[in-house]
């Protein structure tokens, strides 16, 4: 089954305590992002990566750090959590495929992490 | 610099009427737009999209219009059913900074449709 995994599901940390959520994805798809959703805000990119050892700022990538290593993983770090990262956190893949791009555009079940 | 923008949070619709989601953007270098739709608890899956290159495109219930002059989208889905109460997100593609097929997606604020039986 296709799919994208990230865990942990919901965590709940303190601020400045280096955390990861993972990102896995079984489709060998070149193109990886992390979203996070923020009530009145929508969907916010962070990060993005069209393939192994590259990776590139969205949006909002500021208290983030990614990896791309392996074509099927993406982790997603702070190194220092605060507050204002309380979220509800996305990973998707996709195909970098012109015209496949929408129709094999994946996302996980999402992380809510909680930074006190 | 909002470049995909929904104005409206919300819409309530009656089952079996047209339900019409709206979406605009500024960017002109989008190529792609994709409707994403959002249960509680899950991620967002895709429901349909149109490139630049067309005004419109039909899959089943859903439609996408694409007014470029404008730079206006929208969806509608005929008829609606209880089942598709969500959130439903507008996406725009763009070429990312190394250019290629290196694709960055800019998603609107979303609008939280409701469909009552």
């Known amino acids: 089954e296709a799919q994208v995994t990230q865990n942990p599901r919901y965590l709940i940390t303190v601020t400045g305590k280096k955390l990861t959520v993972t990102c896995s994805q079984n489709?060998?798809?070149?193109?990886m992002s992390w979203y996070r959703q923020d009530p009145g805000l929508g969907l916010r990119q962070i990060y993005y990566?069209?393939?192994?050892?590259?990776?590139d700022k969205g949006d909002v990538p500021e208290g983030y750090k990614v990896s791309r290593k392996e074509k099927r993983n993406f982790p997603l770090i702070l190194e220092s959590p605060s507050p204002n990262q309380t979220s509800l956190y996305f990973c998707?893949?996709?195909?970098?495929?012109?015209?496949?791009?929408?129709?094999?555009?994946?996302f996980g079940q999402g992380t809510r992490l909680t930074v006190v | 610099d909002q470049q995909v923008k929904q104005n409206s949070p919300s819409l309530s619709v009656q089952e079996g009427r047209i339900s019409i989601l709206n979406c605009d953007y500024t960017?002109?270098?989008?190529?792609?737009f994709l409707w994403y739709k959002k249960y509680p608890a899950e991620g967002p899956t895709f429901l349909i999209s149109?490139?630049?290159?067309?005004d419109k495109n039909e899959d089943g219930r859903f439609t996408v219009f694409l007014n470029k002059s404008a730079k206006h989208l929208s969806l509608h889905i005929v008829p609606s059913q209880p089942g598709d109460s969500a959130v439903y997100f507008c996406?725009?593609?763009?070429?990312?900074?190394?250019?290629?097929?290196?694709?960055?997606?800019?998603f609107g604020k979303g609008t939280l449709l409701t469909v009552n039986p």
């Open positions: 998707a893949s996709s195909t970098t495929k012109r015209d496949s791009w929408d129709t094999e555009a994946f």
């Open positions: 489709m060998n798809h070149e193109y």
């Open positions: 990566s069209m393939n192994v050892e590259v990776t």
């Open positions: 960017n002109s270098m989008f190529d792609y």
């Open positions: 149109i490139s630049s290159i067309k």
């Open positions: 996406a725009a593609r763009s070429v990312g900074l190394r250019g290629g097929s290196n694709y960055k997606l800019t």
